[in-house]
């Protein structure tokens, strides 16, 4: 169960408590929240209110949120590019638009439907939705992703990612030409105050975040570049390039409209490293630039000045 407890301040007095919820819990629809509302599990000074009521500064409110049911997630057999496995860990070159984990809205065609199918022993750290996911990339992003078969994997995993010590490259196509070959993106992310959808480079309610990048090569308007993430916040790279005034070429969310012709960001997992949970091996697992990316580069070496 979701609880919270907050004392309203200046800039929440004049809100509805249902706007404020939804901006509290951004998974959950306004509607969902005004039911809920109704059925008491949101307290003002220890009374239940309407879902217009206008807050006060200095209200208390408190907020007790059911967990919701977890629907069972079917097991799919769906093609998967397996590049390592083993009884504890398994690798994936997961395609540009494959989700990875079931949400609503998108319940069946996951990446998890798939392993589920496949591996039918994945750990269970992480619940019904997420099993043996350790970490995840975006959606319409490509590339490499490791999961765990077992609790014990899923544990050494989760702490190499959390301690720095896995190694994740990504391949970028960005608008632009960056000023420098190399530099350090150090910047806190969290969520947009103006859109709770979007991630943006900000101090308030913020995670430090740092990108490491590279230029690779040059071109008239746009820029092919390597990048290694220190640390791991939702949407990090695709933040951080546009941050700095070079959004990814097809980022429908952080991006300007016209740009390269791509289903999505110009983005790919290309490298994967880890130390594997049995052998303690460090392993290191690559995966080509899928097809849309090779086939971007190869117009652009034709059509622009290249250096």
């Known amino acids: ?5 907050r004392i309203a301040s200046d800039k929440d007095s004049g809100k509805r408590i249902d706007k404020w919820a ?9 509607s969902r929240l005004q039911q809920l509302i109704k059925e008491g599990r949101v307290l003002i000074n220890g009374e239940s209110v309407k879902a217009n009521y206008r807050m006060k500064e200095g209200d208390q409110i408190k907020v007790s949120l059911p967990d919701p049911e977890p629907p069972d997630v079917i097991p799919e ?16 070159n997961k395609p540009r638009g494959m ?6 809205g998108h319940m069946t065609g996951t990446l998890v439907n798939a392993l589920l199918f496949h591996c039918r022993d994945l750990s269970g750290i992480n619940g019904v939705l997420r099993p043996g996911i350790v970490h995840r990339i975006d959606k319409d992003t490509s590339g490499l992703l490791m999961a765990a078969k077992t ?29 420098t070959d190399t530099g350090t993106i150090d910047a806190p992310i969290g969520r947009d105050d103006k859109d709770r959808k979007k991630m943006a480079v900000t101090e308030h309610n913020s995670k430090k975040a740092v990108t490491h990048f590279k230029v690779l090569e040059r071109f008239t308007d746009y820029t092919y570049i390597a990048c290694r993430l220190e640390t791991g916040r939702t949407h990090q790279i695709r933040v951080h390039m546009a941050y700095i ?10 991006g300007p409209k016209k740009t390269l012709k791509i289903d999505g960001q110009a983005l790919h997992a290309a490298e994967l490293g880890f130390t594997h949970p049995s052998t303690r091996e460090f392993m290191v697992f690559k995966a080509p630039l899928p097809e849309d990316m090779e086939t971007l580069l190869k117009k652009l070496r034709m059509t622009s000045f290249s250096e």
């Open 1 to 5: 169960m979701a609880e919270l407890s």
């Open 77 to 92: 057999n769906l093609p998967l590019d397996i590049v390592y496995e083993d009884k504890a860990v398994i690798v994936i």
């Open 245 to 254: 005034g070079h959004p990814l070429a097809g980022d429908p969310k952080y």
């Open 22 to 30: 939804s901006e509290q819990f951004v998974s959950e629809s306004r």
């Open 99 to 104: 989700v990875v984990h079931p949400a609503p």
């Open 151 to 179: 609790d014990e994997a899923h544990r050494s995993l989760a702490k190499q990612l959390k301690d720095k010590t896995t190694r994740r490259l990504y391949l970028a196509i960005v608008h632009g030409n960056l000023s």
